[in-house]
């Protein structure tokens, strides 16, 4: 059954736009050009940032970090290999999705690091991407404590992740 839900999904508003005569093609298309240049618009960013989060982990700069960060860390239970998660996951969902691969390939899906950084990536979100997005679209013009709040948010997720994996 669930085999049949995008299909009949896609046909119900095909049906739907003939009966409202819509042109569903023509309205296709102009949705299909809207979001091609969206892509071409963000593609910058994101190769700029993955480039960026790249130059850090190849430059050992990361690790670096990550290795001066350790005595805290382990204070607060999350485990190193998982730090570049937490760290770039505020930033881009692609670039921590880039650092959640690596940190499986190094230490494996099934390590304390890679179940930590899973979770990590699973329970946080892209702060600097969503705040100004939503606060846009609402036209929200004091936001004073959001990010604070949200970073707050971000980091007490961090530590309740590793924590919860090791109940």
């Known amino acids: 059954m669930t085999d049949l839900v995008l299909p009949l999904f896609i046909l119900g508003v095909v049906v739907y736009g003939l009966i409202r005569r819509v042109g569903v093609y023509d309205a296709f298309l102009e949705g299909a050009t809207?979001?091609?240049?969206?892509?071409?618009?963000?593609?910058?960013?994101?190769v700029g940032m993955l480039s960026f989060i790249a130059l850090l982990v190849r430059?050992?700069?990361?690790?670096?970090?990550?290795?001066?960060?350790?005595?805290?860390?382990r204070l607060l239970g999350i485990p190193e290999g998982a730090l570049p998660v937490l760290m770039?996951?505020?930033?881009?969902?692609?670039?921590?999705?880039a650092m959640l691969e690596e940190t499986f390939r190094r230490y494996?899906?099934?390590?304390?690091?890679?179940?930590?950084?899973?979770?990590?990536m699973g329970s946080s979100e892209t702060i600097f991407y969503t705040l100004p997005l939503y606060f846009a679209a609402a036209k929200v013009r004091r936001s004073r404590y959001a990010i604070p709040a949200?970073?707050?948010?971000?980091?007490v997720g961090g530590v309740a992740a590793a924590w919860a994996l090791r109940l």
């Open 34 to 46: 809207q979001g091609l240049r969206s892509a071409v618009n963000v593609l910058p960013c994101l």
């Open 150 to 155: 949200a970073l707050i948010a971000w980091l």
């Open 108 to 120: 494996g899906p099934d390590s304390v690091e890679g179940r930590a950084a899973s979770v990590m």
């Open 59 to 73: 430059s050992g700069a990361l690790g670096a970090f990550a290795g001066w960060c350790a005595p805290a860390l």
């Open 88 to 97: 770039v996951r505020p930033f881009s969902g692609s670039a921590a999705l």
